[in-house]
T-cell receptor
Framework: AQSVTQLGSHVSVSEGALVLLRCNYS??????LFWYVQYPNQGLQLLLK??????LVKGINGFEAEFKKSETSFHLTKPSAHMSDAAEYFC?????????????FGRGTSLIVHP | DAGITQSPRHKVTETGTPVTLRCHQT?????MYWYRQDPGHGLRLIHY???????DKGEVSDGYSVSRSKTEDFLLTLESATSSQTSVYFC???????????FGDGTRLSIL
């Protein structure tokens, strides 16, 4: 069975500082991995997707994530935080099997950006 | 943006009443999903559909039923609403199951 763990329900950074949101997954087969962002009172929007083409994936709004098989991780980073990055971020894992590829979502990390 | 419309956007109802939420898409995507979002739980899958009249259960399907009689519409029904079903409900669509999902703006449901 697949699972995903997001470390830290809240992450607080200063504007201009590095953003690091952690995601670890559990899967017995190579997974697809996703990061989504949710702004208040909106649905989720795709930030980026890993599908085994390249381990470093670049997404929208300056975010990127690196797939590390040995660490079963897919952490999301951004070099310099903006106030507009304040939102809820969700990691999701998708693997083949029963309910093939239906993704499982993490519990989310709320990013707080201080001026 | 993907054309997904959820209705209603807000609803308040009483315990024991039936409730139906509607998700309408204009993208002709094959897959449609219903999730509920609760603090501390993230998104949990209720049911999903992989075609007209083809549906399957998710991890929190008890107390919910779905129907998909047309490609563009996916209905979620609470046959007899309970207070534990107070939540924000999201519909999502995807072209194929391994493709990214596109989400609606959610329905905030309160059951008193």
């Amino acid at each position: 069975a697949q699972s995903v763990t997001q470390l830290g329900s809240h992450v607080s950074v200063s504007e201009g500082a590095l953003v690091l949101l952690r995601c670890n997954y559990s899967s017995s087969v190579p997974p697809y991995l996703f990061w989504y962002v949710q702004y208040p009172n909106q649905g989720l929007q795709l930030l980026l997707k890993y599908t085994s083409a390249a381990t470093l994936v670049k997404g929208i709004n300056g975010f990127e994530a690196e797939f590390k098989k040995s660490e079963t991780s897919f952490h999301l980073t951004k070099p310099s935080a903006h106030m507009s990055d304040a939102a809820e971020y969700f990691c999701a894992v998708s693997v083949p099997g029963r309910g093939s590829y239906i993704p499982t979502f993490g519990r989310g990390t709320s990013l707080i950006v201080h001026p | 943006d993907a054309g997904i419309t959820q209705s209603p956007r807000h609803k308040v109802t009483e315990t024991g009443t039936p409730v139906t939420l509607r998700c309408h898409q204009t993208e002709n995507h094959r897959y449609m999903y219903w999730y509920r979002q609760d603090p501390g739980h993230g998104l949990r899958l209720i049911h999903y559909s992989y075609g007209v009249k083809d549906t399957d259960k998710g991890e929190v399907s008890d107390g919910y039923s779905v129907s998909r009689s047309k490609t563009e519409d996916f209905l979620l029904t609470l046959e007899s609403a309970t207070s534990s079903q107070t939540s924000v409900y999201f519909c999502a669509i995807s072209e194929e199951v391994d493709q990214p999902q596109h989400f609606g703006d959610g329905t905030r449901l309160s059951i008193l």
